[in-house]
């Protein structure tokens, strides 16, 4: 078993595999970068594993199979696996992804959406008789689903073929349809705590800035390392340095900052946060600047999923932190 922490959750799935109790749909709901898709897929494994062993046996080899799987999902190389249907317009389009066992498909958006297509080829999917006694289908950013494609689901989700399970995972539920929700048996998920976390960087093994590596501690979620950015931790050692930045290094930072995506810029403004809270914890930034500072950050944060601009924002902020 890979997957850190959340106990109750485990021993609640496990106790459904123990007892054939497992219902026609899971929703795993909680803060991204905490395992949830990862508990998904090894609960499937255990469901597919020939020994039928709960979290699988990990020597069979269907468990095998999985085990690469998820081995080549963790190191991101998702396109390995894509797999593409002819939609209705004759074209070909991504439907999901499909390691070497043929009855665990996982479902990503494609772009920002889950599309009806998408949910389409997924009912052939399950509509073919499984190899075993199941088939697991994990949708993956689940709340991505547009409307369109939740009600296609709905209608599976309603009428199941037998042995199907879907694991949705969400951060939210408030993305989904409730009649979907009322579908599935949800089980919620808590950020890591502090000593889990410290296990699961034990496992990583790699080298983490000490600013992010204190983020995920606070955090209790792996989410920020989706960013790798060398370039963002490159610019934050010079920010460091904010009270001796000239005007001209102000606008220049700040036009290598707009360049960011949008996960380097949320990491970015929570960086700049956990230093300067820091700093005034120790007495080496001021209070009352930190306190004007502040609601320009969470303004940011707030604006960065509102097409603000973000250039400006950052040259306001670094004048702002300059200046005092
Ligand atoms: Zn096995």
């Known amino acids: 078993m890979e997957t850190v922490g959340h106990k109750l959750q485990k021993e609640f799935l496990k106790k459904s595999q123990q007892l054939g109790k497992i219902p026609n749909a899971f929703l795993f709901v909680g803060k ?39 081995e080549a999902l963790k190191k991101g190389e998702e396109d390995k696996f894509f797999y593409y249907a002819r939609g209705d317009d004759g074209k070909k389009h991504f439907a999901y992804l499909i390691g070497d066992h043929p009855d665990l498909a996982v479902v990503i958006p494609d772009g920002n959406q889950i599309k009806i297509d998408q949910i389409r080829e997924l009912q052939e999917f399950v509509a073919l008789k499984p190899t075993g006694k199941f088939k697991v289908i994990v949708i993956d950013q689940a709340g991505k689903m547009n409307t369109q494609a939740q009600n296609a689901l709905l209608k599976t989700l309603e009428e199941p073929p037998p042995g199907t399970l879907f694991i949705l995972i969400s951060t939210t539920m408030g993305e989904l349809l409730p009649t979907i929700v009322s579908r599935c048996q949800v089980l919620e998920f808590k950020p890591l705590k502090p000593q889990e976390v410290k296990e699961v960087l034990k496992k990583l093994n790699r080298d983490i800035l000490k600013e992010v590596e204190n983020l995920i501690l606070e955090e209790g979620s792996f989410d920020l390392l989706k960013v790798e950015n060398e370039n963002l931790f490159t610019i934050l050692s010079r920010l460091s ?5 000239t005007f001209e290094e102000i606008v220049k930072l700040a036009e290598e900052i707009e360049k960011f995506d949008t996960e380097e810029k949320e990491l970015f403004l929570k960086l700049i946060e956990e230093e300067l809270t820091k700093k005034v914890v120790n007495g080496e930034f001021p209070l009352e600047v930190f306190e004007r500072v502040k609601p320009l950050l969470e303004d940011m944060k707030v604006g960065l999923k509102r097409g603000l601009k973000f250039k400006l924002a950052v040259e306001n902020l670094l004048f702002t932190l300059k200046g005092f």
């Open 32 to 70: 991204e970068g905490i395992g949830k898709k990862l508990l998904a897929l090894e609960f499937a494994k255990g469901l597919l594993c020939q020994k039928f062993e709960p979290f699988g046996c990990n020597g069979c080899k269907s468990c095998r199979q999985i085990n690469s799987f998820i």
């Open 241 to 245: 340095r904010y009270s001796n930045l």
